[in-house]
């Protein structure tokens, strides 16, 4: 074969066939296809698109690019979460170990954050003594003991899919959504779990910032785990604000406590329920919603949920304390108010200026690899509808860098959108895709 012809192929709009795909990726991870030509053909699917039989085909030769964890040594059904990002998104810090604590076995590979997006494995970094890079031993382990385990995405599985990833942030081809599904499935194909289900976020503060982009997303997602004979169902939830009220590493790590306990902001209750639920489902612990909804508001109440999130904290190595003493976390040494010009309602956050505020104060990276403050965030004290008066805090900023403070807050001022009238709060919940 010859990579030159597949790319004229696709640049015509023809499908490619199983054998061609395969062949693209096996040569282009062993080196022997360059950067430029696979550019070219990264950019010909950006306009000519793919179809499902592509898609999927495209997924598993990804998936097969390097190792696959086998997880047959843990009972049960294993279900993996997954969330396409968002601003405050803490939601498996608290889904998981409510599914864990009703018998749902969670063998989660996450990754770190990129940009305003906050990364589970970040988050999780930010309690002291906490390890994510742990042994697959370790982990299948921690899973048989707690139910529960969470590690940094390792270099052997899905190495296409490193490869690919890299080269479309700097072509401008990320916006492709047969690229973005096959991306995320042949992570979560490779990581060996029975089941997932993935949370497709939308809005201001998503990757998908239409409702009709995040439904064919999803729906591709969902097809692509039937070809795989892996159940796969998706949720669409509202990210056109932040999700809940803390925004930042060791910050949301403390709300994610707070929900546990009982407490918390409802935004953020509500989505993480809704998705423990579907882990539920999926796992064959409930039969429908109303069930599962039922034995999350038990496990929260008599503190199952939160004895597995101090359990799992415990056995990679973090300190389970924070979870009754929230100054052991890090803690920003500055405190900067951040108050409205006018009396009015909060009509709408700019999620994504949410999101840069806290990447500006050093809770984001720019690049990979970069060093991040687990530190610093935001907290907002008014969310969308909600009365406010001129000269009242609208939020906090936590900073441990004064000229970092002063860029923040020029971009906070103006994520606030202050009207005369009161706006209707649309649902968290848009659609759930099986």
Do not use: W
């Amino acid at each position: 074969m010859n990579m030159l012809d597949l790319i004229i192929k696709k640049k015509k709009g023809l499908s490619l066939s199983k054998e061609e795909i395969e062949y693209m990726i096996s040569s282009y991870t062993a080196g022997k296809i360059p950067d430029y030509q696979m550019s070219a053909m990264l950019m010909a699917i950006c306009f000519s698109g793919m179809d499902d039989r592509e898609t999927a085909d495209l997924t598993m030769a990804m998936t097969d690019s390097g190792d696959r964890l086998d997880l047959k040594r843990i009972d049960g059904i294993k279900v993996d979460k997954h969330s396409t990002g968002g601003v405050g998104d803490k939601v498996t810090l608290i889904a998981a170990p409510v599914a864990a604590s009703l018998g749902v076995p969670v063998a989660k590979m996450s990754g770190r954050g990129l940009g305003f997006t906050g990364g589970t494995i970040d988050k999780l970094e930010s309690i002291p003594g906490f390890r994510t890079g742990i042994s697959e031993e370790e982990f299948i382990r921690n899973v048989n003991t707690d139910g529960i385990s969470i590690m940094a995405q390792t270099a052997e599985l899905a190495p296409a899919d490193k490869a690919l990833y890299a080269l479309r942030d700097v072509t401008g081809t990320v916006d492709s959504i047969p690229l973005i599904a096959s991306s995320i499935m042949s992570k979560k194909i490779a990581s060996g779990s029975d089941a997932i289900v993935l949370d497709v976020t939308v809005g201001s503060g998503a990757f998908m910032k239409t409702e009709e982009e995040a439904r064919k997303l999803a729906s591709c997602m969902v097809r692509i785990g039937k070809l795989a004979d892996l159940p796969t169902r998706a949720l669409i939830t509202d990210m056109d604000e932040p999700l809940g009220s803390l925004i930042g590493n060791s910050l949301e790590v403390i709300e994610a406590i707070e929900v546990l306990k009982g407490q918390g902001h409802e935004d953020t209750r509500e989505v993480s329920f809704e998705i423990a639920s579907q882990m539920l489902i999926a796992g064959g612990k409930a039969s429908d919603r109303e069930e599962a909804l039922r034995m999350i508001g038990d496990c929260i109440s008599d503190g199952r949920a939160l004895k597995t999130f101090r359990q799992f904290i415990a056995d990679q190595g973090g300190d389970p304390h924070v979870t009754e003493d929230l100054s052991l976390l890090p803690k920003a040494r500055i405190e900067e108010k951040i108050n409205s010009e006018k009396d009015g309602y909060v009509e709408k956050i700019h999620c994504d200026m949410v999101g840069n505020t806290v990447k500006i104060l050093g809770g984001g990276r720019q690049v990979k690899g970069e060093e991040i403050d687990p530190a610093v965030g935001v907290k907002l004290l008014k969310k969308k509808g909600e009365q406010v008066r001129k000269g009242e805090v609208l939020a906090y900023l936590y900073a441990n860098d004064e000229n970092k403070l002063k860029e923040a807050q020029k971009l906070i001022a103006g994520a606030f959108v202050i009207g005369e009238e009161q706006p209707e709060r649309g649902p968290l919940i848009l659609d759930i895709i099986d």
